[in-house]
């Protein structure tokens, strides 16, 4: 029974550690037993719901994980759900409800697609999924043109790259890279992650952090003078709050010297484990953080903005599936997360106005 509790643990700890899963939260909260039409209720509450028809697989993580984008005009949705024998992206245009399918590589798995600001292009990873041992250390960087679909590989060694973002310029590409470590006082093995970018013109990579984080860093997302990403046990770096050291939490790291900060933000409301979501034009930061549940239980997901300096935080929406992830459209500043009904994809638009009732 232990053993089999063990197996059970490490396997959701290997999917927490990447990239997206930088939150642990403790446990899986169940979603709230209400019928599709109840939970609609709720939901347009908050804003607009946008349904896919496309459902997920179960298993012990709930009703599966989803990576997607949404386009700077806010008028199209590019997501992947997490089956690797599922190739290229599906497309939601939001205005017609349409759903189309942008085909993908043959053998390979797309996913955390990410659009430039202008809409022209896309970012996003290629993985195998045949007849490979390890496919984290197969994965390769791709772009996309958003008018056919066609794509070209970047010149990145194949490794444990993921979350590939564009700079500001668009000359730019901000990803992130795992490398394998071995300890010397064990046999231990594990991957330690850090943030580098690629120049497109030149075809060069640079590292850009050392802090070697083995809980797993988010995208790293351009606001001017600063790269803010999330990241959790970085290597130096020690966390300001002393409560705070094993969970996800905000930084900058300045592009000119390379110093790294943390963003303190006012967690007054009692969130934690902060997973950035990306940022507006005016600067705010957008990120999905677990909240302690009102009368004690599990931890729910939810979503806040802050102001560039981690102040003014507001709370936009309720509870959400607790793997959702939240973009933003660059131009509109429109917020949108990934949910579930049941077990169908949705995409909900949420109002910046939300207030707890």
Same mark, same amino acid.
Request: charged share 30%; hydrophobic share 30%.
């Given at each position: 029974m232990r053993d089999s509790y063990g197996r059970y643990l490490g396997v959701v700890l290997v999917v927490l550690i990447v990239c997206l899963g930088l939150t642990? %939260? $403790?446990c899986f909260p169940k979603q709230p037993v209400l019928s599709p039409t109840e939970q609609m209720t709720l939901w347009e509450k908050e804003g607009t719901v946008f349904r896919t028809g496309i459902m997920t697989t179960g298993g012990p993580?709930? @009703? +599966? &994980?989803?990576?997607? @984008?949404?386009?700077?005009?806010?008028?199209?949705i590019?997501?992947?759900? !997490? #089956?690797?024998?599922e190739e290229g992206f599906w497309l939601l245009d939001l205005k017609s409800g349409d759903l189309s #399918? @942008?085909? $993908?590589?043959?053998g390979r798995h797309w996913s955390v697609p990410h659009w430039s600001r202008k809409g022209k292009q896309v970012l996003a990873v290629s993985t195998p999924y045949q007849n490979n041992i390890n496919p984290r250390l197969e994965r390769e960087i791709i772009l996309l043109n958003s008018a056919d679909w066609n794509y070209r590989k970047l010149a990145i060694p194949? +490794? %444990?790259?993921?979350?590939?973002?564009f700079s500001a310029d668009g000359k730019f590409v901000f990803f992130i890279k795992g490398t394998i470590h071995k300890s010397l006082k064990s046999n231990r093995v594990r991957s330690l992650y850090d943030l580098y970018a690629y120049d497109l013109a030149s075809e060069e990579e640079r590292r850009l952090t050392h802090e070697e984080a083995s809980g797993g860093i988010n995208e790293g997302y351009d606001g001017g003078q600063e790269i803010f990403f999330s990241g959790k046990w970085l290597k130096r770096l020690i966390p300001m709050r002393s409560d705070s050291k094993d969970q996800a939490n905000i930084y900058a790291l300045n592009k000119r010297s390379l110093s790294l900060r943390e963003v303190e933000v006012?967690? +007054?409301d009692g969130f934690f484990d902060l997973i950035l979501g990306g940022l507006d034009k005016s600067g705010n930061i957008y990120f999905k953080t677990s909240l302690k549940r009102p009368g004690g239980g599990n931890f729910i997901g939810t979503v806040y903005r802050c102001d560039a300096k981690g102040r003014y935080c507001a709370r936009l929406t309720g509870e959400i599936y607790f793997f959702s992830n939240v973009k933003i459209a660059y131009e509109t500043g429109e917020v949108f997360v990934d !949910? &579930?009904? $049941? #077990?169908?994809?949705?995409?909900? &638009?949420l109002s910046q106005t939300f207030m707890e009732q």
């Open positions: 642990l %939260g $403790g993580l709930g @009703a +599966g &994980r989803i990576t997607f @984008a949404v386009s700077p005009d806010g008028t199209r590019l997501f992947s759900p !997490d #089956k690797f024998e #399918k @942008a085909p $993908g590589e043959v194949r +490794g %444990g790259n993921n979350c590939p973002t006012d967690q +007054g !949910d &579930r009904l $049941g #077990k169908e994809i949705v995409f909900r &638009r």
